[in-house]
């Protein structure tokens, strides 16, 4: 859950500020990503990289305090480290995807659901949670006891017998008897996407349940109380789908014939992100309509190249997408590679024809803020739309092909 965490811009419990989460560049080289951002990661620790012990090594870093920080933690682990003379500061782009794989369903994964489940049952009915009925299910978490089939995926329509979530990409926890009311079950929901059924125990004994628990949790808020929504529903149960249902479900997930659950939560990440970001760059672009001449161009240039990843990132989406969908002959593919090829011995880590098309493309895009800005249409919605929207993308695209026509060999 870090990635989305981070990327969404949640701040954890105890914590004052969004936590990045780590992810791959495709030469191997570590990123964090957080809410519109990407920086270096530290180096991995000497112990995970015993071969640069006792060797001169040259390592990047995003900061001077990060160095100073991985230096200090080196030392607390028994290793004596003396930082050089830093090299050259570059700021460079972020020129390819980064991959921030997550892998759910495993053992740790699913034991941390039970938990979830054994929490919210022991808060929500504490006397029942001490009973023999659920010590199976406390010792996956005391003991690290198998988790074994007793958590399982659930398709989306399961969590339409509980109450609407009122958070937008909200959890939730349902505790409740089953339909016969022999077992006690829950259904645990993650940015309102991802489901997953928990089997807690037959009920044994005097013990009984004849009401439906629902907890409702904003990961968005700062602070408690507002961040939690609670209902007891008397007499209500819950039914979770078999576990065959559950199979076909992931089977028809895998192969792409249904939706990526997770789909809608980063699209919407990434839409507040770029709204956030157009509520910061408005005023700016605003005060450029009341400047003339080489002054208004001036800080339109300088605005813009504030932005221009997140163009760079619309050009590799387009170029990629564009050639991974048509085999063109030559020299259409080697035309537009060139348009985001990578060189790591240049000032911002592209070649020079992509720093042409990034200030094409980047030309372009200014060209459409002067529009609005001459229209008075400008507004938070339009802006965050050129940023990263189909607009933005579609200007963006239409200034590489532009390129394109104009690189073509005559004759």
Not at 99 to 125: C, D, I, K, Q
Request: hydrophobic share 45%; net charge negative.
């Amino acid at each position: 859950m870090d990635i989305i965490n981070a990327k969404l811009g949640v701040i954890p419990d105890r914590h004052d500020e969004v936590r990045p989460a780590p992810a791959l560049a495709q030469d191997g080289e570590r990123f964090f990503i957080s809410q519109g951002s990407a920086t270096i990661a530290p180096p991995l620790s000497l112990d995970q990289t015993p071969e640069l012990v006792g060797r001169e090594a040259t390592l990047r870093f995003a900061n001077m305090e990060q160095a100073r920080q991985w230096v200090v933690q080196q030392e607390k682990d028994g290793y004596k480290v003396m930082l050089g003379k830093p090299g050259e500061v570059k700021t460079e782009f972020v020129a390819r995807p980064l991959n921030a794989a997550r892998m759910f369903g495993g053992e740790p994964y699913m034991r941390g659901v039970v938990y979830l489940a054994v929490t919210f049952l022991a808060h929500a009915f504490p006397d029942l949670a001490r009973s023999q009925s659920f010590a199976a299910a406390r010792d996956v978490i005391e003991n690290d006891g198998p988790v074994d089939d007793r958590v399982w995926w659930q398709p989306p329509e399961v969590a339409a017998q509980r109450s609407s979530n009122p958070f937008s990409m909200g959890h939730s926890v349902v505790i409740a008897p089953d339909r016969d009311g022999r077992r006690v079950v829950a259904l645990i929901s993650f940015y309102d996407a991802i489901h997953l059924g928990v089997d807690l125990g037959e009920l044994t004994g005097a013990d009984g349940l004849v009401e439906r628990f629902t907890t409702h949790i904003d990961p968005m808020a700062r602070r408690p109380p507002n961040d939690i929504v609670e209902s007891r529903e008397h007499g209500q149960f819950l039914v979770l789908s078999t576990r065959e249902v559950a199979k076909e479900y992931l089977r028809l997930l895998a192969t792409g014939k249904v939706p990526n659950p997770l789909g809608p939560v980063l699209k919407a990440a990434d839409e507040a992100e770029r709204k956030d970001a157009a509520k910061d760059l408005l005023p700016q672009l605003l005060t450029v309509a009341n400047l003339t001449g080489y002054e208004r161009e001036g800080l339109l240039n300088e605005v813009l190249a504030t932005q221009q990843q997140r163009i760079l990132n619309l050009m590799v989406e387009f170029v990629t997408g564009l050639l991974r969908e048509v085999n063109f002959p030559a020299p259409v593919p080697e035309i537009f590679g060139a348009f985001i090829a990578l060189d790591e011995n240049a000032p911002r880590g592209i070649s020079f024809l992509s720093e042409a098309a990034l200030s094409y493309a980047t030309h372009a895009l200014g060209a459409r803020i002067e529009e609005h800005l001459a229209s008075g249409t400008l507004d938070v919605p339009s802006l965050a739309e050129l940023l990263g929207g189909s607009e933005g993308f579609g200007i963006v695209a239409g200034a590489l092909n532009e390129l394109f026509l104009q690189t073509l060999p005559r004759g």
